[in-house]
Structures are given as C-alpha cells and as structure tokens.
C-alpha cells in the first residue's frame, strides 16, 4: 500500500489549506482507517486525527480539535483534512497513515504511511 499526500503549503495566520492522502496497492479488500499525523523541526510526531472505516467516527488531537476536520470518501481510501483557523504553531510536516486494526491516535497501530507534506503558517 503507497499513500500520496498532497495540499500542503505556505498561508498566513487565520487562513486555510486542505490536505489530501490517497491510498493504492493491495489493500485488502476493505477501506483502511485513515490518519494524520504531524511533525514540527525539533518536535516528535503528534497526532492529528483520524477517522475509522465507514467515516462515522473520527477524533482528534487536542491543539486541533475545533479547527481540523477529518473525512473521506465513502468505501474508498481517500481522505482529507480541511484546516481552518491555522496558527503558526502549526507548521509542521504532515504525514498521512493508514491502518488495518483501530483508528487511535497512536503511530504504531498504523502500518503505511505517505511521505509528508509540508504546511506553513506565518505569522
């Protein structure tokens, strides 16, 4: 399974960007559970959100919750994650992950994962 994330980008504080991930390969006959994670230069890796097989049930981190949300689409291993109200302390490279077992928020319970893409929030 090879994830693509796209979307990332330079915008000012307050504003928006929406990131994608998409999924192909083998992938099991059934959607993955879908999520972000990021990492800021000097930080270990956060969690972001993620959202479970049927799209219903989706959680996120703290620093985010109220601005992120976290979709995808229906029986398909695409996901998005619409950003609103960015603050500089979310600059970070974000990565998309994808997993088998549970939509948690730990890395390791995610097998495959995309290379990032980098988001930047001046200030």
């Known amino acids: 399974v090879q994830l693509q994330a796209s979307g990332g980008g330079v915008v000012q504080a307050g504003g928006s960007l929406r990131l994608s991930c998409e999924a192909s390969?083998?992938?099991?006959?059934?959607?993955?559970?879908m999520a972000w994670f990021r990492q800021a230069r000097g930080k270990e890796r956060e969690f972001v959100a993620t959202?479970?097989?049927?799209?219903?049930?989706?959680s996120y981190g703290d620093s985010v919750k109220d601005r992120f949300t976290i979709s995808r689409v229906k029986s398909k291993n695409t996901a998005y994650l619409q950003m609103e109200k960015l603050k500089p302390e979310d600059t970070a490279v974000y990565f998309c992950?994808?997993?088998?077992?549970?939509?948690?928020?730990?890395?390791?319970?995610?097998?495959?994962w995309g290379q990032g893409t980098q988001v930047t929030v001046s200030s």
């Open positions: 992950a994808a997993g088998t077992n549970f939509a948690t928020r730990y890395s390791y319970d995610y097998e495959y």
């Open positions: 390969g083998r992938t099991h006959g059934s959607p993955l559970i």
């Open positions: 959202i479970n097989r049927s799209g219903i049930t989706t």
